[in-house]
Structures are given as C-alpha cells and as structure tokens.
C-alpha cells in the first residue's frame, strides 16, 4: 500500500504541479496554440492505455504492470523536462500519458485485490486518499516555488524520487494476485483496442480544430472517423471473444450512470486545474509561487473531503448524498469563479477553491468505490478502469473545449479593445495571452510603445481584462455540466454499501 500511495503522488503530483507551471512553460516555449494539448496529449494517450492494462492486469495480476508504468512515467517525466520546444514537450506529455495510463489502470484496481471487503478497502482506502491529498497539497505551491526559483523544468524533474520510492516498494513488497488462469496465450481485443483509438484521437481533433477550421473537408473527415470508430467499437465488442470494453457492464444502470458522472466531473475538474493557473497568472498578473499559494485549497480540501467521505460513506442512508454534495458544491464554486476580478479578495478565492476541494473529494472515491461494487468481481479490474479512462475522456473534453473557447474569446475581446482605442496595429503582439505571463515580452513591447507614445500599461491591461472574461466564459461551461450530473444522479439506482459493509463486519 506505501509503494501504491507513491504510484497515486506521483500522478497527482503531475497533474497539480504541471498545472501550476504551464503558463511559464508556453510563455518561453512559445506557441499557445499548444496550450491545451500538453494536457490533452497526455489524457489521450492515457485514456487509450487505461481499459487496455486494466483487463490485462484482470488476467496476469497487476504487480508488473505497475512496475512497468512507474519505469515509463518516470522516464518520460525526465524527457519532459529537457524539452525545447512546445512540440516536443507536447510528444514526451503523450509518452508519459501511457506510464499514467498504465498506472491508472493497474494501482486502482490493486487495492480491492488487496482487501475484497467493502468496510475494509474504505478504511484502508484513506491511505490512497492522503497520498493523493499530500501530492494534491504540495503541487500547486511546489509548482509555483520551483517555477519561479529552479525554472519550471524542475517540476518534471520531481516525479524521479518519487518514482525511485514507489518502484522499490511496488517491487519488493507488492503480491502478485491473478483471479483468472488461461490455457494458452491471453487473446487481447486488439482490434478494440485500435477502434478506441481512432474515436477518441479523431475526436480530440475535431473539437480542438473546428472554432479554427469550420466545418472543412479535413474536420468532415473527423467526424466521419469518429461516427464509423464508435460504429465499429460497438459491433466489434459485441463479437469479440474477450472483449476489451465488455457491453453487458453498460446495462448495469448503476455502472451506466457511474460511467456518464465520471466524464462530467473529469470535465469539471481538468477545465479547473489548467486555467485556473492561468487566470490568476495571466488575468490577474500574480507571480506562479502566489498562484500555487492560492490553488493549494482546492488540492488540500480534495483530502479533507476523501477522508470525510470514507467516515460519513457507511452512517448515512443513501451513500448517492455524497455525490450530490459534491457535484453541488463544484456547481456553486464554478459560479463564483466566474465572478473573480483582479481586485477580488483572496480569502474570497481561497473560500470557491475550498469548495471545489471538497467537492471533489466527495465525489473522486465514491465513482471508483461504487463502480467496484456494481460490476462485481467478474468485471472488477475493467469497471475500475473505465471510471478511471472516462473521467480522463471528461479531462479531455473540458481542457479542449474549455481551451478552444477561452482562446477565441480571448482573441476575439483582445481586438474589440484595440479597435476601440484605434490601436489594431498592436494586435500580433498581444493575441497570444502568453504576453501577459512573460515579462520581458512585456518589457520589449513596453519599449516600443513609449517610444511611439503609446501606453503600454493599458493595451497590456485590455489584455488581461479580455483574458479574465474568457476564462469565465469556459468556466460557465463547468456550472452547465455540475447541473447536468445533478439531474443525471436521478437514474443512478440506490447503493446499499451501508447494509452489505454491516453485514460483513458482523
């Protein structure tokens, strides 16, 4: 369980760390066109390799894929850190989004392996939830610390220790547990698994192109590949021996509402972490140790809630409360970051990151925990993957959608304010919001300006005010999905995890 606890810190450490450093990132690699892909790069590649290891790991026993994924991520994170240029890093984003895959896909699901009874996976489950915490907690500020004094390479470079301890721990002390025997070589649904590929990669495409390109004969294309992909996936699984997306778990009502809500809050909670660093930075113009400071709330209070979930999870009547709080709570925190200004109080933005924390620590454990015990132990393994690969699917989904609004927006607002002050020659230097982070960019134009006897302070301030309404526009889109899993709760069937937890303590 230590050597696991290190494999989630090394995943949440990525997730918050990266996070809090990608806009120092673009700012000196340049190419903000590649924003969302340094996340959406990573959440494809991991999305695809999630349900494949999670049915290999149902088959041949976790250990040594988790061995392997450690090795990869590790080795990935340190080609992150050498990187260039925006493409190269958006490449080594993608390998490392396979050793996370991995990970997600093979750590999750050891830990019912570990202890099958519900009352006790929830007790030692806490162990997970602070590792996760403790990642969640350091991230931002680590994030901002080493960005501003180390250079923001650094932040890759911390996943190595990390990675060292958990692979000793994993290696040495981790069981290896297969529930199944095969005579013969495992026939793996490749086919599926090239089919989930296709529709996932087109997909990201035409969402992340079409704002660009219109409606094209290129993104005609996508969507073509991405209809007959989902056409085929399902014709496929139906067929396939062992399939590697087993539709008879889709006619779970439990499992099939638990899959919808784990793409809404992956939604909600990537769109979160990758521009709320970006308001505070570019919007607002604070330094990233300030904005680390400020997002260490929301990672702080995702354990808080984890371990107040695992107390309340077994007391209370229906456990499907603990989804409402949670997804409630995003909803209304969503809102109120849609109101942030540059002179908002911060206590007051530290109260919505406290909201979002605990919302999603409410709801993180409970998808994973209900999943489990709606598929049952045939489909253990795939139900822990899919919650896991779906709510990437959502984190996929929000960074590209989230991103592509907030870029037009912003492009968009930027040239209505310099058509208002008759200022449209200025518009290259500042359609890029990587401007309002780097500071000898800002510098140089500054120069420039004074010299024809311009003011700089209020193109660059039109520029952070066009940035702010833009990030709120994609943050509107976080308060439409809280509602939309709200009323989806309403099909989720009633969970009886207090009787069946009692019963098995008695």
Known sequence: MLGLAFVVMMVALDQTVVGTALPTIVAELKGFDLYAWVATSYLLASVITVPIFGRLGDHFGRKYFVVAAITVFTLASALCGMANSMLFLVLARGLQGIGGGMMVGTAFASVPDLFPEPHVRLRWQVIISSAFGIANAIGPSLGGLLTEYAGWRSVFYVNLPVGLLG??????????????????????????????????????????????????????????????????????????????????????????????????MGFMMFALIFYMPLLLQGGFGLAPDVAGLLMT??????????????????????????????????????????????????????????????????????????????????????????????????????????????????????????????????????????????????????????????????????????????????????????????????RLPRLHLRRQAAQKSA
């Open 167 to 264: 692979m000793y721990f994993v290696a040495r002390h981790m069981p290896l547990i297969r529930h199944h025997k095969h005579e013969g070589p495992m026939k793996l649904d490749w086919a599926g698994a090239c089919l989930i590929a296709a529709l996932l990669g087109s997909l990201q495409l035409f969402v992340e192109l079409l704002p660009t390109h219109g409606m094209s004969g290129g993104m005609s294309l996508m969507a073509i590949i991405s209809t007959a992909a989902f056409i085929g996936l399902i014709f496929r699984e139906k067929h396939a021996s062992h399939p590697i997306l087993p539709l008879d778990m889709l006619r779970n009502p439990a499992l099939a509402s638990l899959f919808m809500l784990a793409v809404l």
């Open 297 to 490: 709330p929301l990672v702080v209070c995702i354990t808080i809630g984890s371990i107040s979930n695992s107390r309340l999870l077994t007391r209370i009547p229906n456990p499907a409360w603990m989804l409402y709080a949670g997804f409630i709570l995003m909803g209304f925190s969503a809102i109120g970051i849609t109101t942030l200004q540059q002179s908002t109080p911060h206590v007051l933005m530290v109260c919505y990151m406290v909201g979002s924390g605990l919302g999603l620590g409410f709801v993180l454990p409970n998808l994973t925990i209900f999943a489990q015990e709606a598929a049952g132990r045939a489909h253990l393994g795939i139900a822990t993957a899919m919650i896991q690969s779906l709510r990437m699917v959502g984190g996929m989904l929000g960074t590209a959608l989230v991103g592509t609004l907030v870029n037009h927006t912003y492009v968009s607002h930027v040239r209505a304010a310099l058509d208002a002050t008759h200022a449209t020659q200025w518009f290259v230097h500042l359609r890029d919001p990587q401007i309002l982070i780097n500071k000898a960019a800002q510098y140089q134009l500054a120069e420039q300006l004074h010299a024809l006897g311009q003011d700089s302070a209020a193109l660059i301030e039109a520029a952070r005010l066009s940035l702010v309404s833009s990030i709120h526009a994609g943050q509107m889109l976080s308060v439409v999905v809280a509602v939309i899993a709200v009323w989806q709760m309403r």
